[in-house]
């Protein structure tokens, strides 16, 4: 799978589009395939663990339901949409359309999600607050996009925040392999014209809200953030009710100071690595032993686990350190240790894991020994074995 972006670069694309306006992408990916079909989807919707959703109209009125489903006979030939959340951690062919775009780093990738949607079906006109690549399937879909202004939104259903009528800058029909990218704030709503299938990488940090109240926690629960303003030079005050703009500065500077590089560099890898979703982990622990996984490794590849996240530091790669499905890691440091920077990089810019990238370390127990950990929890697998 190839991603051509109507001619341009993925830096020119950067520069004249990302967070900036929307673009319509003409066959971006030429003879582009599903990544799995209707009933497929289907059948991944009637998971517990999979997150899903049925958006339709009755009577003119908006409707929402959650998966899992155990049926769909009743909703009829027109006006419903099917929506699954994260297929990448279920279907390892997602991982070919990931790829295209990861000139986008993947700490800010938020999920792949698939809509199947008969004609006249839709979610509504509705506004995100992430940048998504809407890549067209099978089928084809009508797409309205209007500019950004102060958009009034209201809740069409409880769990559908829809927007109000907004005149178009793009009105336009995509086909097979064609692509709309959207950043945040643009409204838009798409109507499917014929049975269709829709897969949208889409993009997203947390807000600040999210990442303050998660940073709460991880100071408590490692009890961090102790140390208290000391003012030894206090001057006499006048006014006890005052905070003067030198305290207000001693307050400032106390949360500055707590927030190094480490500290948000520790709680970030840490918040950023857990998944919003569930992974397609096996219920018991996995027996394989590290001679297993060097013997194996010489006729197939180590493949990662779809939807797991990985990632490390620029300021800490140097220590030996990354962050994996919400935890820290950390490699000793001796001889080795610029060639387990090396390691860290594949293990996290990777999705899979050859021979030549493990053949310097299968004597090196603590590597070897980690990364059987990962395989036997099911963070990277093998495709087939006996």
Not at 54 to 68: C, H, S
Not at 177 to 188: E, N
Not at 244 to 263: M, W
Request: charge should be negative.
């Amino acid at each position: 799978m190839q991603l051509d972006i109507n001619g341009l670069t993925p830096e020119q694309f950067l520069n004249e589009y990302w967070q900036k306006k929307p673009l319509v992408i003409r066959q971006g990916f030429k003879n582009f395939q599903d990544l799995l079909t209707p009933d497929e989807m289907a059948g991944l919707a009637c998971e517990e663990m999979v997150e899903s959703r049925r958006v339709y109209r009755d009577e003119g009125d908006w409707q929402a339901e959650f998966g899992p489903f155990e049926s769909y006979d009743h909703l009829g030939e027109n006006d419903w949409t099917l929506i699954v959340q994260a297929l990448n951690n279920w279907v390892p062919e997602a991982e070919d359309l990931l790829k295209c775009f990861d000139f986008i780093p993947r700490w800010r990738l938020d999920d792949v999600m698939v809509s199947y949607a008969v004609p006249g079906g839709g979610v509504g006109p509705h506004i995100d607050l992430y940048d998504v690549f809407i890549c067209q399937g099978s089928g084809r879909r009508r797409w309205r996009v209007g500019d950004l202004g102060p958009h009034k939104e209201f809740a069409a259903h409880p769990a559908l925040l829809h927007t109000e009528a907004f005149e178009p800058i793009i009105d336009v029909e995509l086909l097979p392999g064609d692509i709309l990218y959207l950043p945040p704030g643009f409204p838009h709503d798409g109507v499917t014209l014929e049975p269709s299938m829709s897969f949208s990488v889409g993009y997203r940090t947390a807000s600040t809200k999210d990442m303050v109240s998660a940073l709460a926690d991880h100071l408590i629960d490692k009890d961090l953030g102790a140390s208290q303003i000391n003012d030894p030079d206090r001057p006499l005050s006048h006014n006890s009710g005052l905070v003067s703009e030198q305290d207000l500065a001693r307050l400032k500077q106390q949360l500055v100071d707590t927030l190094d590089d480490e500290l948000v560099s520790e709680f970030s890898g840490r918040y950023l690595t857990q998944s919003k979703c569930e992974l397609d982990l096996p219920e018991v622990a996995l027996d394989f032993q590290a001679e297993d996984i060097a013997e194996i490794i010489s006729e197939q590849p180590l493949m990662r686990l779809g939807g797991l996240r990985c990632l490390y530091f620029a300021n800490s790669l140097d220590s030996g350190v990354m962050y994996i499905n919400g935890e820290q890691a950390k490699f000793s440091q001796g001889k080795a240790s610029q060639g387990k920077t090396t390691l860290i990089q594949a293990l996290c810019d990777q999705q899979t894991l050859s021979q030549a990238d493990l053949a310097d370390w299968f004597d090196d127990q603590e590597v070897m020994d980690t990364i059987t950990a990962w395989v036997n929890a099911g963070y990277w697998y093998f495709e087939e074995v006996e």
